[in-house]
Structures are given as C-alpha cells and as structure tokens.
C-alpha cells in the first residue's frame, strides 16, 4: 500500500538560514508527488508539484527514486514561511491523495 | 465569491449524536472529498465522490456516512459509531473526477467538538 512519512512534526530555524523540510514515500510504479502549505488562518493549498520541476516562493522539490524521498528545500528561509507543510502522493487509480503526517515549521527573527 | 463553503466553523454536541457538517462548492467541481486532520495524524480521507450519486470509502469511513445527491454539495454525517469525533474536517474538491494534476481545493474547515 502506499503510504507517505514527514518523519519531523516540528521543525524551527533561524531566518535567512537554509530549511528542508522531509518526505518519504512508498508506492509501486511512477509516483506523483506534491507539497501542500497551510498557513496561519488560511486554506490548505497546493505550493508545488515534482513533475513541473519548478520553484514557488523559493522552495523546491526533488523526487530521488532511489531513496524514495522528495524532500522540501529552501536555501533562505523567511519569517513568512512558518506554516504547516503536507507532502501528499496520487493514488495510483489517480482518484485521491494520500497526505503525510505533516511538518509544522516556524521560522523565527 | 467562488470556492467551497464548510459549515458550521465550529460544532459542539453531545456524546451520542450524529451530526451533519454542510460542504458546497460553486466551481462546477466533479469530484469531492472529506479529510480529518488530526495534530500528528495529517490528513486521512473518510469519504470521496467522483460523481452525482456515487461515493467511496476512503481509509477510515467507519463511524460516518455521507450522500452526493447534488453535484455542488457533499454532506458528511457524523454518526455515534464514530468512536472519536472530536476533530478538525476538511472538505475539497477537484476540476475532473480525478484529482487532475495533484490539485485539491479546500474549503476552511470545520471544528468538531463531542463533549
């Protein structure tokens, strides 16, 4: 069965120092992988996907098949960036997600 | 003002009572789905529908019930099976009957308490 790991529930840096924020996963076939962001008294929305390779709000993503990772980075973390973070998986019938425990990042001044 | 609307925001019953949280969406959405998110526990699914009169189980249906008998509204019910209520339930919705592209759209949730 699939299944998606964030192994910290907590994690704090100092602002301006680099942030990565980690995800594993489990799956059979071509997995499609995606980081959620829930910030303070806001909605829960998509911040990127692995396939479009592209970077949002400074953070990137890189799928590592071989260590089955897709962990989230940020070279300068900003105050703005505290919030909850979800890494999530497709189903392989492609009809839901399936979430990881999540990760709370707080970055302080 | 377009979106997916959940209500109430806040809930509190009593141990015993089923209970009904209201989510519609205005987006023209196919598929919709129930979240629970627990501190620790992330996002686990209760229920998804991918059509008007179709829905599926998703990893901890027991203890809830819902119905798609509109396209813009998926309505979770809370039963007194559920033997932990006491949560935060989100709802979301996807452009297809799949979640195109990794796409889910949330509503702002719903804190349930069961005293």
């Known amino acids: 069965a699939q299944r998606v790991t964030q192994p910290e529930k907590l994690l704090s840096v100092f602002k301006g120092a680099p942030v990565e924020l980690k995800c594993n996963y489990s799956y059979s076939g071509s997995p499609e992988l995606f980081w959620y962001v829930q910030y303070s008294r806001q909605r829960l929305q998509l911040l990127l996907r692995h396939i479009s390779r592209e970077s949002i709000k400074g953070f990137t993503a890189d799928l590592n098949k071989g260590e089955t990772s897709f962990h989230l980075k940020k070279p300068f973390a900003q105050e703005e960036d505290s919030a909850m973070y979800y890494c999530?998986?497709?189903?392989?019938?492609?009809?839901?997600?399936?979430f990881g425990e999540g990760t709370q990042l707080t970055v302080n001044p | 003002d377009g979106g997916i609307t959940q209500s109430p925001k806040y809930l509190f019953r009593k141990e015993g009572q089923n209970v009904t949280l209201s989510c519609e969406q205005n987006l023209n959405h196919d598929a919709m789905y129930w979240y629970r998110q627990d501190p620790g526990q992330g996002l686990r699914l209760i229920y998804y529908?991918?059509?008007?009169?179709?829905?599926q189980k998703g990893d901890i249906a027991e203890g809830y019930s819902v119905s798609r008998e509109k396209k813009e509204s998926f309505p979770l019910t809370v039963t007194s099976a559920q033997k932990n209520p006491t949560a935060f339930y989100l709802c979301?919705?996807?452009?297809?009957?799949?979640?195109?592209?990794?796409?889910?759209?949330f509503g702002e949730g719903s804190r349930l308490t069961v005293l």
């Open positions: 979301a919705s996807s452009i297809g009957d799949r979640v195109v592209d990794g796409e889910l759209f």
């Open positions: 999530a998986l497709t189903h392989p019938s492609g009809s839901r997600l399936t």
């Open positions: 529908s991918q059509i008007v009169n179709d829905f």
